[in-house]
T-cell receptor, first 116, second 113 residues
């Protein structure tokens, strides 16, 4: 597609349920990133993929969070046993190659998660 | 660790006023620096970037100069328009094998007609 596509755009879930967020990067982009933006906070790095592997998982806030990427394309961010503090906008981004100097990162419009 | 600090908002200006949004950073090595903009209801878009010291990034009338001596990358525009109302994020991309782009907290700009 023309840009980074994320789904769902909005998700309301009950506390304790699992959720899956999907990201479809720009075709041909090998690098994929997940960020989280909570209300009033800056962007928080979660995980980075180069191809199907995740060399940097340092931002995942707990073991309830996991992510995978298959076929070097679509990525899924899974949050198990959701908590109210997980409510945030989850942003996916991609870039043509790895995060070398000067790479432009293209963002999707985000998935707004509300845990009630 | 590396970090980005930008001025708190919201910033409210009248149309045609001069804009400065301050951004300073802490980083090892020689990061690349970026400004991103988020218009209401849209995703983040790259506004401008600079990849080495003394580089000036510019786009849509906005400018920012990579100042290594002051570790700053302040965003400026000589005459803002109502359509510039948005949230602006300063960011750095680590060098030397790091994979993260680190963002500031964002500064909301309101421009009044």
């Amino acid at each position: 597609g023309a840009g980074v596509s994320q789904s769902p755009s909005n998700k309301v879930t009950e506390k304790g349920k699992d959720v899956e967020l999907r990201c479809d990067p720009i075709s041909g982009h090998t690098a994929l990133y997940w960020y989280r933006q909570s209300l009033g906070q800056g962007l928080e790095f979660l995980i980075y993929f180069q191809g199907n592997s995740a060399p940097d998982k340092s931002g995942l806030p707990s073991d309830r969070f996991s992510a995978e990427r298959t076929g070097g394309s679509v990525s899924t961010l899974t949050i198990q046993r959701t908590q109210q503090e997980d409510s945030a906008v989850y942003l996916c981004a991609s870039s043509l190659a790895g995060p070398l100097t000067g790479n432009t990162i293209y963002f999707g419009e985000g998935s707004w998660l509300t845990v009630v | 660790g590396d970090s980005v600090t930008q001025m708190e908002g919201p910033v409210t200006l009248s149309e045609e006023a001069f804009l400065t949004i301050n951004c300073t950073y802490t980083a090892t090595g020689y990061p690349s620096l970026f400004w991103y903009v988020q218009y209401p209801g849209e995703g983040l878009q790259l506004l401008l970037k600079a990849t080495k010291a003394d580089d000036k990034g510019s786009n849509k009338g906005f400018e920012a100069t990579y100042r290594k001596e002051t570790t700053s990358f302040h965003l400026e525009k000589g005459s803002v328009q109502v359509s510039d109302s948005a949230v602006y994020f300063c960011a750095l991309l680590q060098s030397g094998g790091g994979f993260k782009t680190i963002f500031g907290a964002g500064t909301r700009l309101f421009v009044k007609a």
